[in-house]
């Protein structure tokens, strides 16, 4: 599936992403995880070409539950987000 320059493969129902998937976007940001109608819900690991990432939970799409932030200067935060 390509969507506003992004690629997704992984399960889908319905013509969703739904269950577990990996997008990768040109700028070599990269996103695996699990995904609920579209949304990321679940754990995941999003990383970006400037060697930051998160590894954690998502609700709806957002950042939300226990996880794992690491910023591209070596600082890292691991607990609980909202949001």
Request: cysteine-free; overall charge neutral.
């Amino acid at each position: 599936m390509h969507v506003n320059h992004f690629k997704y493969v992984g399960q889908f129902k319905k013509g969703a992403q739904q269950g577990v998937g990996t997008e990768t976007w040109p700028d070599g940001s990269s996103f695996y995880g699990n995904y609920i109608e579209n949304k990321r819900t679940g754990y995941g690991v999003q990383k970006w070409p400037d060697n930051q990432s998160y590894a954690g939970n998502y609700k709806e799409g957002l950042i939300e539950g226990f996880g794992t932030y690491k910023w591209a200067d070596g600082r890292e935060f691991t607990g609980d987000w909202i949001n």
